[in-house]
């Protein structure tokens, strides 16, 4: 089987506000083959910057792109897989984008693979990768994530939804987290509690709010404790490695959770080793998609460390998400986008639906286990031309 084309796709929302909302926009990636199997990805990142990528004509032997590395590209099983991703990410050593851009067809290469060998890509995983599980896809704990009120009031009628749709666990992240005095970050956290009700697992996302100052996330942490979150994530800034370890050394009344700035194996490894991080949080649409996703999974293993899912787009990465860590019983937490755009919402025609036991698990079916949805791609696909001196390198106007 050969690679025949990669294609990628940039879609959007008719507006888009300044709200740190992933869903209003993407870019997803389709690989051909020649014998028909096609797969789809997709990548968290800004997608104009990325989809050049995949286009950029060759500056050097460091800066080629996705699609002149990968067409007429030999495609077994994950062995392939894993080669060209070495490939890609080699002969594009000065593209700096190349990680979340590669994302989306790493993905898509995992989905081809798996409708191949007609085998979910949570078993190629354990084939390649090795686990204890038998090949089990456990189910897990699917936790809401959603964007904190622009008020504490607000907080609590979101949190108060979430309840009434029987979400048993809720993220709240971002919004005035951070922006305003302590009492007010107290309040939010109080009302999300308060909303969730005390049986709930919530989660506190501070969305980067102090930088690399420690003491203050110490602070937070010591007062958001009598609500009890599972934990406080993303406090500091992501390359503020000194600033978790300092935080990390106070031993702080809650857990600390990062890693969804993570774009590389090596960035995560220096959160774990160096961070000290309790729970590690890895977007496969960030960090050149499920291989290097999974390695980061072994490595959370080996060091005892819970793995979790960052997810913020649609089922499509939720799907891909859930394939890297399924195998494992203990990793239990699912990042389950609740809200979002009508984009991410409609653009898979099948959702991983929480059960009647509350929890989320794969399907059998072969490679992701989703299929896109044609007409979403075509209701808010926007049509991206670009030329070099009058020659047309790249021109997506239609499927």
Not at 118 to 124: E, S
Not at 132 to 146: E, N, W
Not at 361 to 374: A, H, Q, S, Y
Request: glycine content about 8%; proline content about 4%; hydrophobic content about 40%.
């Amino acid at each position: 089987m050969k690679i025949v084309a990669v294609d990628p796709f940039y879609l959007k929302m008719p507006n888009i506000t300044t709200d740190a909302d992933g869903t209003q926009d993407t870019l997803v990636v389709r690989v051909q083959t020649d014998e028909g199997i096609e797969g789809w990805g997709e990548c968290d990142a800004s997608p104009l910057v990325s989809l050049a990528t995949y286009c950029c004509p060759m500056s050097h032997g460091n800066i080629i792109n996705i699609r002149q590395s990968l067409v007429g590209e030999v495609l077994r099983g994950s062995d392939d897989i894993l080669r060209l991703h070495d490939k890609v990410l080699r002969n594009a050593l000065d593209i700096q984008q190349i990680d979340h851009a590669y994302s989306g067809t790493d993905i898509a290469l995992w989905d081809i693979v798996g409708q191949k060998l007609k085998q979910p890509v949570y078993q190629l995983l354990e084939d390649q990768f090795g686990s204890s599980s038998q090949g089990i896809d456990y189910p897990k704990i699917p936790y809401a994530s959603v964007l904190f009120g622009d008020t504490p009031e607000a907080t609590f009628q979101i949190a108060t939804r979430l309840k009434s749709q029987g979400f048993q666990a809720a993220k709240f992240g971002w919004g005035p987290m951070g922006k305003f005095d302590r009492k007010f970050d107290i309040e939010l956290v109080q009302s999300a509690r308060e909303g969730m009700g005390e049986s709930a697992q919530i989660m506190i996302d501070a969305g980067v709010a102090w930088k690399s100052d420690y003491k203050t996330a110490y602070d937070r942490a010591e007062a958001f404790s009598q609500y009890t979150p599972t934990w406080l994530e993303e406090p500091l800034a992501p390359e503020a490695i000194g600033a978790y370890q300092a935080l990390s050394s106070l031993n702080p009344p809650i857990p600390i959770a990062a890693g969804e700035g993570c774009a590389t194996f090596r960035m995560a490894e220096d959160l774990i080793l160096n961070g000290k991080v309790d729970y590690v949080q890895i977007d496969v649409g960030r960090v050149s998609g499920i291989t290097t996703a999974a390695k980061i999974r072994q490595l959370a293993e080996k060091e005892g460390i819970q793995y979790v899912n960052h997810t913020f787009k649609s089922h499509l990465s939720l799907a891909a998400s859930l394939h890297v860590f399924a195998t494992n019983e203990d990793f239990n937490l699912l990042e389950y986008p609740a809200d979002g755009s009508e984009l991410s919402q409609k653009l898979t025609t099948e959702k991983l639906a929480v059960g009647t036991d509350g929890q989320v698990r794969l399907t059998e079916k072969p490679g992701i286990g989703v299929n896109i949805d044609l007409h979403t791609i075509r209701d808010f696909l926007v049509s991206v031309k670009i030329e070099l001196n009058g020659t047309t390198i790249f021109d997506h106007s239609v499927l």
